[in-house]
């Protein structure tokens, strides 16, 4: 079975640029969340939506956003962006978090 | 805030070998312990997992022990393979919560 997209792959914006990342989980799995991969901090929580309701939050700043449409394809939006959100942003799908999370290749984001 | 504290943070160990890697959590709440394995330029994918009711979980040459009172769990990776180099992290979850991941750890098994 197909496994979870993630699309770009790759992303260059420059400071104050707004950018919207998109996920499409594994067909049948309702819970997407995201992460941010970087070298200093690893794997730290964005937000994960279930059912298209936000359910969990990370300690992120406001500029960082999220949705979940009704066939569970999810998007991620960062505006006003800068330089330390350069990092590999992950996806992940389960049937309901976090038994069998699945990630995706994630989408390299880098902030000139 | 709630922390899973893995180490080392490198690691290299010879082919053939078993690779160690450790992570120790806080929250005595936490009720699902994975591993995750991450190669370059891809996703961390879900190795082998835990719930807090058994000691030890055995899934080919990877094993998770794990101990409730001293709050900490680990992985053996046995016979130690070069395929095997990528990076590992420990993570924890409550619940239906998020999963907390360890820092990780970069493990190279020499030829």
């Known amino acids: 079975k197909a496994g979870v997209t993630q699309t770009p792959r790759y992303l260059i914006k420059t400071r104050g640029q707004q950018v919207t990342l998109s996920c499409s989980p594994i067909?049948?799995?309702?819970?997407v969340s995201w992460y941010q991969q970087t070298p200093g901090q690893g794997l730290q929580f964005l937000f994960e939506?279930?059912?298209?309701?936000?359910?969990n939050k990370g300690n992120f700043p406001g500029r960082f956003s999220g949705r979940q449409f009704s066939n569970s394809r999810s998007e991620m939006n960062v505006s006003t962006l800068e330089l330390g959100d350069s990092a590999l942003y992950l996806c992940?799908?389960?049937?309901?978090?976090?038994?069998?999370?699945?990630f995706g290749s994630g989408t390299r984001l880098t902030v000139v | 805030q709630q922390q899973v504290k893995q180490s080392p943070q490198s690691l290299i160990v010879q082919k053939g070998g078993i690779s160690i890697i450790n992570c120790a959590y806080e929250?005595?709440?936490?009720?699902?312990f994975p591993w995750y394995q991450q190669f370059p330029g891809k996703g961390p994918a879900l190795l082998i997992a835990?719930?807090?009711?058994?000691s030890e979980k055995k899934e080919g040459r990877f094993t998770i022990s794990f101990n409730k009172s001293a709050k900490q769990f680990s992985l053996h990776i046995m016979d130690s393979q070069p395929g095997d180099s990528a990076t590992y992290f420990c993570?924890?979850?409550?619940?239906?919560?998020?999963?907390?991941f360890g820092k990780g750890t970069m493990l190279l098994v020499s030829p």
């Open positions: 992940a799908s389960s049937l309901d978090a976090p038994d069998g999370y699945t």
């Open positions: 067909s049948g799995h309702r819970s």
């Open positions: 939506y279930f059912s298209e309701t936000q359910r």
């Open positions: 929250n005595t709440a936490f009720d699902y």
């Open positions: 835990i719930r807090p009711d058994v």
């Open positions: 993570a924890a979850s409550e619940g239906y919560s998020t999963l907390t």
